[in-house]
């Protein structure tokens, strides 16, 4: 993991409750490696109250969600201390001020059956619109008719791990629900693990969703210092 220099670095390295590294803190806003697995807020009925924001709150009090990963992603995670910092960092995400690209391990060779630029390290747009599939929400779908505009920047890394897979870094531009799950479906390459948009071999390939938020950069609210952490997944 990296870090920008922090002022008030006390906690990184250290655990915030069972299962949850932090990665920075300061008096203002806290950064979280969250597992897969975990939600980040609480959800319906008594089985889905264990979440990060919970375990953080037991430890720190003021801590506010200001974004959200999905249970099954894991990485990087933001949170304000208090109701004006929440604030504050929900304006950065708000004016897509902070910087976010995450890695996955997608089915098949994506650098050879899609358009991709010229020139190796250059990225690629995905540009689909995405509606709540109403009859089977939470799944999120590709409507060109209704969908709200949503883009993706995406570029081939190399082989993943698993025969026929693409280890592929993505910038979301918009921030859609499933965003990055619905995109990569709709290409024909779905993220290896994934229980809600791929089919069932390509579920059956790894033994989670392969998706990790690995970088967060903004420049911080209280003294308009450049951030930027960045965590490598464990796949």
Same mark, same amino acid.
């Given at each position: 993991?990296q870090t920008a220099p922090p002022q008030n670095?006390?906690?990184?390295?250290?655990?915030?409750?069972?299962?949850?590294?932090?990665?920075?803190?300061?008096?203002?806003?806290?950064?979280?490696?969250?597992?897969?697995?975990? !939600?980040?807020?609480?959800? /319906? @009925?008594?089985?889905? =109250?264990?979440? $990060? +924001? %919970?375990?953080?709150?037991?430890?720190?009090?003021?801590?506010?969600?200001?974004?959200?990963?999905?249970?099954?992603?894991?990485? !990087?995670?933001?949170?304000? /201390? @208090?109701?004006?910092? =929440?604030?504050? $960092? +929900? %304006?950065?995400?708000?004016?897509?001020?902070?910087?976010?690209?995450?890695?996955?391990?997608?089915?098949?060779?994506?650098?050879?059956?899609?358009?991709?630029?010229?020139?190796?390290?250059?990225?690629?747009?995905?540009?689909?619109?995405?509606?709540?599939?109403?009859?089977?929400?939470?799944?999120?779908?590709?409507?060109?008719?209704?969908?709200?505009?949503?883009?993706?920047?995406?570029?081939?890394?190399?082989?993943?791990?698993?025969?026929?897979?693409?280890?592929?870094?993505?910038?979301?531009?918009?921030?859609?629900?499933?965003?990055?799950?619905?995109?990569?479906?709709?290409?024909?390459?779905?993220?290896?693990?994934?229980?809600?948009?791929?089919?069932?071999?390509?579920?059956?390939?790894?033994?989670?969703?392969?998706?990790?938020?690995?970088?967060?950069?903004?420049?911080?609210?209280?003294?308009?210092?450049?951030?930027?952490?960045?965590?490598?997944?464990?796949?």
């Amino acid at each position: 993991m990296q870090t920008a220099p922090p002022q008030n670095n006390y906690l990184a390295g250290h655990a915030a409750g069972e299962g949850i590294e932090t990665v920075y803190a300061d008096d203002s806003l806290l950064v979280f490696n969250k597992p897969a697995g975990l !939600l980040s807020v609480p959800g /319906r @009925g008594e089985d889905k =109250q264990d979440c $990060l +924001s %919970r375990r953080v709150q037991q430890h720190h009090p003021d801590a506010l969600v200001v974004h959200r990963l999905d249970m099954a992603t894991s990485g !990087l995670m933001l949170m304000a /201390r @208090g109701a004006e910092m =929440q604030r504050a $960092l +929900s %304006r950065l995400f708000e004016n897509r001020e902070v910087h976010k690209r995450y890695v996955a391990v997608v089915d098949g060779l994506m650098h050879e059956n899609q358009p991709a630029p010229q020139n190796p390290g250059e990225w690629a747009l995905i540009d689909l619109p995405i509606a709540v599939d109403w009859p089977h929400r939470p799944l999120r779908i590709i409507d060109r008719e209704h969908g709200k505009p949503s883009q993706t920047r995406w570029r081939s890394v190399g082989s993943g791990n698993a025969a026929n897979s693409t280890r592929v870094e993505l910038e979301p531009v918009t921030g859609r629900s499933h965003q990055l799950r619905v995109h990569l479906q709709a290409l024909g390459h779905p993220i290896l693990g994934d229980q809600l948009y791929a089919p069932a071999e390509v579920q059956a390939r790894a033994p989670r969703l392969l998706l990790h938020a690995a970088m967060l950069a903004f420049s911080h609210p209280e003294n308009g210092r450049a951030m930027r952490f960045a965590c490598e997944p464990g796949f």
